[in-house]
């Protein structure tokens, strides 16, 4: 049994949630710096382009281009697969690419899920890469 006292126990449950407080606002403010450099490598800005261990690939889905979907690591939880020729600044202005596809209306499987069995669609050399 615990024997600290109730005011103990309140300031550790205090500290905790300063703790959490300071992690969710650290986490929001990284996911606010990835998806501006998300925007920028839309425009073109090859000063913004990810490298593929930057992005976690879909296993199967892939954009019109015939790149893999991807989205980088450390970005929201209301964020979208993106095609990943144009996150990586390779992208093909000539080539169709697929518009984004958010995270809360696609199903789509990570290669870095166990049930993915090894499957992904990345470094495919297509979507003007």
């Given at each position: 049994?615990?024997?600290?006292?109730?005011?103990?126990?309140?300031?550790?449950?205090?500290?905790?949630?300063?703790?959490?407080?300071?992690?969710?606002?650290?986490?929001n403010?990284?996911?606010?710096?990835?998806?501006?450099?998300?925007?920028?490598?839309?425009?073109?800005?090859?000063?913004?382009?990810?490298?593929?261990?930057?992005?976690?690939?879909?296993?199967?889905?892939?954009?019109?281009?015939?790149a893999?979907?991807a989205?980088?690591?450390?970005?929201?939880?209301?964020?979208?697969?993106?095609?990943?020729?144009?996150?990586?600044?390779?992208?093909?202005?000539?080539?169709?690419?697929?518009?984004?596809?958010?995270?809360?209306?696609?199903?789509?499987?990570?290669?870095?899920?166990?049930?993915?069995?090894?499957?992904?669609?990345?470094?495919?050399?297509?979507?003007?890469?």
């Amino acid at each position: 049994m615990d024997t600290r006292t109730d005011k103990e126990l309140r300031a550790v449950v205090d500290a905790g949630s300063a703790a959490a407080r300071e992690l969710s606002r650290r986490t929001n403010e990284r996911a606010e710096a990835v998806g501006e450099r998300v925007k920028r490598t839309q425009r073109a800005d090859p000063t913004a382009a990810f490298r593929a261990d930057e992005l976690i690939f879909a296993a199967y889905e892939r954009c019109a281009c015939g790149a893999g979907m991807a989205y980088p690591i450390g970005c929201g939880v209301h964020d979208d697969w993106h095609c990943s020729a144009i996150l990586r600044g390779t992208a093909s202005r000539e080539m169709a690419h697929s518009a984004p596809l958010p995270f809360s209306l696609y199903e789509v499987k990570s290669e870095s899920q166990p049930s993915a069995n090894g499957a992904t669609t990345r470094d495919e050399p297509k979507g003007g890469e």
